[in-house]
């Protein structure tokens, strides 16, 4: 190979035949030459236009119009305070729904982290033929590309007090009368978005575990570490990245989260998004821009502490 | 291996079972839907089975005769219209995306100023709330008097949700890609982009199809951006925006119908991009072994 790089860097053969060629690939490599800078711009341009009109125009505009003033007959562009001051005066319902959401998102994480990594685990160290291990990795990230909307509305016949749940536990005779937690509650939701959850989990932490030598695990063991030792200070440690990338695709979807909350969750109980979706239903627009700065901030802020931990251009 | 390590492939049971476990709570709820979606005409959306019918899928393949057939209060949108609309979004959208992704990501190959800037904008796309952006461009259109539709506004926040997605996966891509590749196509007299052509895009199969399978999926699926963006009435909603709509008003059976059906195209889409995978990669596999040849 070296050889053959010394040979371009002599430089006849390619020259020598690009020159004889006058098709339009040759024209336009011949019009780009020598102009790498040029080259990454064209490449860039088209779709960091598609972004910047977009995203910067949707995060301009509800940073704008959380100043204006709800109408009857839209926003009106008289700027004012108060959409904020509303929403942020002490004992304001905002505080209870943001306090929600966040718990939410908290308990989504440690239930999908504590769920999701025995099966990384099981497919790392456990399945031994390499059939298995891809057949069944596979299963788990099929569910990841059907749709989310479906997932949940399937989640609907499992609770209530008809419920497939309460049936099974009753059936077992775990219970006599149908469980009051398992009709359209919080308890439910939670439950309903685990289980949604969970493949944004298990692929993450499975290939960061699969990136881990086998020298680490044996030094590990040279030096005298027990299985448990090894475990908590070797293979949690090293499989960092995943968990971390995992954790963004959790947080940032679970902070965006309103349909669940709506068709599990019984409705009553909602998170930002949700409060978002309510004020747009009573065209309290402005209010609702207002609620949407907060909950972009919120996001925003829960990333940047993510990020710390992986460089995501890095997979 | 130490006799330790072996303790640590754990033999036990109770992993498979575990995995057992996780995998039914996964596929379980489907076929709860699927054998929902079979209610006979007096049942509700829960069990018990009231008889067993195909009406809820009637009634979902003649959403024409919906007003005679319906009882009040029932949600009466043309599921199926929605579901072509979506259908042709998808792979507009994966098709937009994938090339104008990979445009960026070769782009991303040699590090140049204000890179992580340009990143991270495209990175947003992925980290604002949805219902944010939503609400932001509907307020925006609505003050320029333009009438969101699923095929402008729509299509836009769609390209947008999947494009950093995209661009991930080719990030992956080339950061496993080995660059002697395309230098010996150079060596033995390709021009750039004939080399790009026979050499690069080859082998940068498998991702591109990946690309393609994110973009498509992602966009069916999308609702929380499109949700005030592809138009008021039901006849230019995309399928997810018509489902939310719907469970606002009385669940029927017919939305399990739908769900199992929108299901197995998923299974179908997966099993396609599974069959050109390994298609590819065994394509992939005689290309690495002719540049070995060639060294």
């Keep these: ?315 | 291996m130490p006799d330790w390590l072996k303790k640590f492939d754990v033999s036990s049971g109770a992993f498979r079972i575990y995995i057992g476990f996780i995998l039914l709570m996964l596929y379980f709820p489907f076929l709860i839907m699927a054998v929902l979606s079979f209610q006979g005409p007096r049942g509700g959306h829960t069990f018990p089975l009231n008889g067993v019918s195909s009406w809820w899928w009637w009634k979902l393949f003649h959403p024409g005769q919906l007003t005679e057939f319906s009882d009040v209060g029932e949600f009466l949108g043309n599921y199926l219209g929605a579901l072509g609309r979506s259908l042709l979004l998808a792979i507009v959208v994966a098709i937009i995306s994938t090339i104008l992704a990979l445009m960026a990501a070769h782009a991303f190959r040699k590090p140049f100023r204000g890179s992580s800037a340009v990143f991270y904008l495209w990175l947003l796309g992925i980290i604002v709330p949805g219902i944010t952006v939503s609400l932001g461009l509907f307020l925006v259109l609505n003050r320029l008097g333009i009438v969101p539709n699923w095929t402008t506004s729509g299509l836009g926040v769609h390209v947008m949700w999947t494009l950093p997605f995209c661009l991930i996966i080719f990030l992956m891509g080339f950061n496993r890609f080995d660059l002697d590749l395309e230098d010996a196509a150079l060596v033995f007299g390709a021009n750039p982009l004939q080399a790009y052509w026979h050499v690069t895009l080859p082998v940068m199969q498998p991702f591109v199809l990946s690309s393609l399978l994110f973009g498509f999926t992602l966009s069916l699926d999308e609702f929380q951006r499109s949700l005030l963006l592809t138009g008021t009435t039901l006849d230019t909603q995309t399928l997810p925006v018509m489902i939310m709509a719907s469970v606002t008003t009385r669940i029927t059976p017919t939305l399990y119908a739908l769900g199992t059906l929108t299901t197995l195209l998923s299974f179908a889409v997966i099993a396609l991009y599974i069959y050109f995978l390994v298609r590819a990669e065994r394509k992939t596999g005689a290309t690495e072994i002719l540049a070995v040849e060639t060294e």
């Design chain 1, 1 to 315: 190979m070296a050889q053959l790089t010394e040979l371009r860097q002599v430089g006849t053969a390619p020259e020598q035949v690009e020159q004889r060629r006058s098709t339009l690939s040759g024209q336009i490599v011949r019009a780009l030459r020598g102009k790498p800078r040029l080259i990454t711009g064209l490449l860039l341009l088209p779709g960091t236009l598609w972004m910047l009109l977009f995203v910067g125009t949707a995060l301009v505009s509800i940073v704008v119009f959380s100043f204006w003033t709800s109408g009857f007959t839209g926003l009106r562009p008289e700027y004012t305070l108060a959409n904020y001051e509303t929403l942020l005066k002490p004992g304001s319902s905002f505080w209870s729904i943001a306090f929600w959401t966040l718990q939410v998102v908290v308990m989504l994480l440690i239930g999908v982290i504590v769920l999701a990594y025995p099966v990384s685990y099981a497919l790392w160290r456990v399945i031994k033929s390499p059939y298995w291990k891809s057949a069944l990795l596979l299963l788990f990230i099929v569910p990841f590309w059907t749709s989310y909307l479906t997932r949940t509305i399937t989640w609907l016949p499992m609770f209530g007090r008809e419920g497939v749940v309460n049936q099974v536990l009753m059936a077992a005779h775990l219970t006599e009368e149908p469980v009051e937690f398992l009709l359209y509650s919080k308890f439910a939701m939670m439950v309903a978005l685990w289980f949604l959850f969970i493949v944004f989990m298990i692929g993450p932490i499975y290939f960061s575990m699969q990136r881990i030598d086998e020298d680490v695990m044996s030094a590990a063991a040279v030096y005298g570490a027990g299985p448990w030792k090894t475990f908590f200070q070797v293979v949690v440690p090293l499989t960092l990245p995943g968990l971390m990338a995992g954790s963004l695709f959790v947080v940032v979807l679970g902070l965006a989260e309103f349909f669940t909350e709506r068709a599990i969750g019984g409705a009553q109980s909602p998170m930002l998004a949700g409060l978002i979706q309510r004020q747009i239903d009573v065209f309290q627009f402005a209010g609702a821009a207002a609620v949407a700065v907060s909950l972009i901030v919120i996001t925003l802020v829960a990333v940047s502490i993510l990020l710390r931990f992986f460089d995501i251009r890095r997979i």
